[in-house]
């Protein structure tokens, strides 16, 4: 039976940064093995509903870790460090008690370390039994397979003037509206809330993203819910929604995308580790609670103090930025390098069409916001959220350059204090030229 010190069981984003902290500190020819299912090695996932669908992103030119500004790992550079890299390789059972992973093909590979960074999948509408959404023509976006089926579906949709319907106002409804806004289709962004991007815009940033989407042609069903999906020949033809009276109407479309949320991907772990908020408990070295056994990414649920109310408690978070954090902060811990306990400082960004936004911290629904900059012409603005004695606890910066990001992260890791009457430290950000 195969043998190493360390398996990394997953090939995402989480994948490539682990690998390249363990060969910065010292990791021996040997020692690694990575199982995924997918045929690629590591790759940066975000360019997926970004560059990909303008044809700018293409593998192997987005290999990680160019994102976070290191090497690009193609798979000769693993064959370099000695790391065994087994693509196509799905894993059918883990027994953690033995510490042996199965894959598909029956063989079985055993483990000093094991590395769980399997992150998450789209939570998809058959789930919830709407009609007809098994038809073909309905998209999902998680993997470059994904990618490619969505960028042939787009190919075809524009020789054949289809329409598209993007159901969802996340980030994938809202990034992938754009992608086929920017190839030129017709576009019908579906969701369910009364703004896009619900869990974190304001209204009133709301407002700057829709009227952008407005001007490049996207059209917007809020307050939606979709109900059935209408097909000819096994193909989708149209999505059906009830609006908030609840009525139903009908939306032409040969190609829809969901973007509808994803579900960590835990199940073989199950009865085997500890589980909370939807994942695998860890600690602050990403530890769960079988001894040799750490988790990353997606599906670790880690001790986050809450910038708000100073609280800790366990939650996932599904960027890319703590998947590349988190497994570089397991792979220390395995290397004896004992490091300090992880301290994450949520983090999104997007970008739609030619803008690009940042955000740091927290947007508790309670907070007074305070917006700055220039809304109207959305230029360079953003909003402070400020929690309990004016304390900074959510910074968001659409337009900014990186020093200006830089100095809005600083602010609220620190908790600073503002005086909520005044534009604070947006103005001061926005109007002193760094911007
Ligand atoms: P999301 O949670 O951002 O958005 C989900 C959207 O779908 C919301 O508008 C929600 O109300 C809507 N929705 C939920 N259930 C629905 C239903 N039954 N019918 C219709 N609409 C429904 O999730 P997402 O956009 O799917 O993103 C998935 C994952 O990808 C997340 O982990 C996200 O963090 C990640 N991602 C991140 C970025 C980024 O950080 N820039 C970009 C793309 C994806
Ligand atoms: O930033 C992102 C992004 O665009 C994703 O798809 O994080 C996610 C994944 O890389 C992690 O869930």
């Not at 989480?14 to 060969?23: C, D, P, Q, S």
């Not at 917007?220 to 009830?242: I, L």
């Not at 400020?386 to 620190?414: I, N, P, Q, R």
Request: with cysteine.
């Amino acid at each position: 039976m195969p043998s190493y010190k360390i398996v990394f069981l997953g090939g995402g984003n989480a994948a490539g940064y682990a690998a390249r902290a363990f060969v910065e500190n010292g990791l021996k020819a040997g020692e690694l093995a990575i199982v995924t299912e997918e045929p690629y090695c590591a790759y940066e996932r975000p360019a997926l509903s970004k560059g990909y669908l303008l044809g700018a992103a293409r593998l192997p030119g987005f290999h990680t870790c160019v994102g976070g500004g290191g090497e690009r790992q193609a798979p000769e550079w693993y064959s370099e460090k000695g790391i065994t890299y087994l693509t196509d390789s799905r894993v059918t059972k883990a027994d953690l008690a033995n510490r042996t992973l199965t894959l598909e093909n029956g063989e079985v590979l055993s483990y000093e370390y094991l590395i769980i960074g399997t992150g998450a999948r789209p939570v998809r509408l058959t789930e919830f039994a709407v009609p007809g959404a098994e038809l073909g023509g309905i998209h999902y976006l998680r993997d470059v397979k994904d990618a490619d089926a969505l960028v042939a579906a787009i190919a075809t949709a524009k020789e054949r003037a289809g329409k598209a319907v993007v159901v969802g106002g996340g980030y994938i409804g809202m990034e992938v509206a754009a992608g086929l806004a920017a190839n030129g289709l017709a576009v019908t962004l579906v969701f369910p809330e009364n703004h896009l991007l619900n869990r974190l815009f304001t209204p009133e940033l709301a407002a700057v993203y829709e009227r952008l989407y407005d001007a490049k042609g996207v059209k917007m069903v809020k307050n939606a819910r979709v109900v059935g999906f209408g097909g000819v020949d096994g193909k989708v033809s149209s999505v059906g929604y009830t609006d908030a009276t609840g009525a139903v109407h009908q939306l032409e479309a040969s190609l829809v995308v969901v973007g509808v949320g994803a579900r960590a991907n835990v199940e073989l772990f199950q009865g085997q580790l500890e589980m909370t908020a939807g994942g695998i408990k860890v600690d602050g070295q990403m530890a769960t609670s079988v001894p040799g056994v750490f988790a990353v990414g997606d599906v670790a649920a880690f001790p986050l103090t809450s910038v708000a109310t100073g609280q800790v408690s366990h939650a996932r978070q599904e960027h890319v930025t703590h998947c590349r954090l988190s497994a570089a902060q397991a792979a220390k811990a395995i290397l004896g390098l004992s490091p300090t306990p992880y301290d994450y400082l949520p983090y999104f960004y997007s970008r739609v069409f030619a803008l690009s936004w940042v955000f740091y911290g927290e947007a508790p629904a309670d907070a007074v916001k305070v917006h700055f900059g220039d809304m109207t012409e959305a230029k360079c603005f953003g909003c402070l959220w400020l929690g309990a004695g004016g304390k900074l606890v959510g910074a968001f910066l659409e337009g900014g350059s990186a020093d200006d990001a830089a100095v809005l992260k600083g602010a609220v890791a620190k908790g600073l204090r503002l005086p909520a009457e005044e534009g604070g430290l947006g103005e001061a950000v926005v109007g002193s030229g760094a911007a």
